[in-house]
């Protein structure tokens, strides 16, 4: 898959390192909790779309930068890239 990071062009995936869901953010349960069913939450309950989807990527092997990625779970046809944060 290349995705085409907006500060250094198309990329390899390998350059990459995929950071989780872009617009349903999971709250972090309180650090001093011990609610065992929060934290199995908060880890591992993700929706799994079939679909449009927006994912958090870093180009971690290129300008490190953070990017939004609208990429397709069934085809991985990426139709939109935004970086996030300050852009300087």
Same mark, same amino acid.
């Given at each position: 898959m290349i995705i085409p990071c907006p500060f250094c062009g198309p990329r390899d995936l390998s350059e990459f390192s995929y950071c989780g869901d872009a617009?349903?953010?999971a709250a972090r349960p309180d650090p001093a909790s011990t609610d065992q069913a929060a934290w199995n939450g908060y880890v591992y309950d993700r929706a799994n779309p079939a679909g449009a989807h927006a994912e958090?990527? @870093?180009h971690a092997g290129?300008? !490190? !930068?953070?990017? !939004? *990625? *609208? !990429?397709? +779970? *069934? +085809?991985?046809?990426?139709?939109? *890239? +935004?970086?996030?944060?300050? @852009?300087?």
């Open positions: 617009d349903n953010l958090i990527w @870093q290129g300008c !490190r !930068r953070h990017l !939004r *990625v *609208v !990429r397709n +779970t *069934v +085809t991985h046809e990426i139709s939109g *890239v +935004t970086m996030l944060g300050p @852009q300087g």
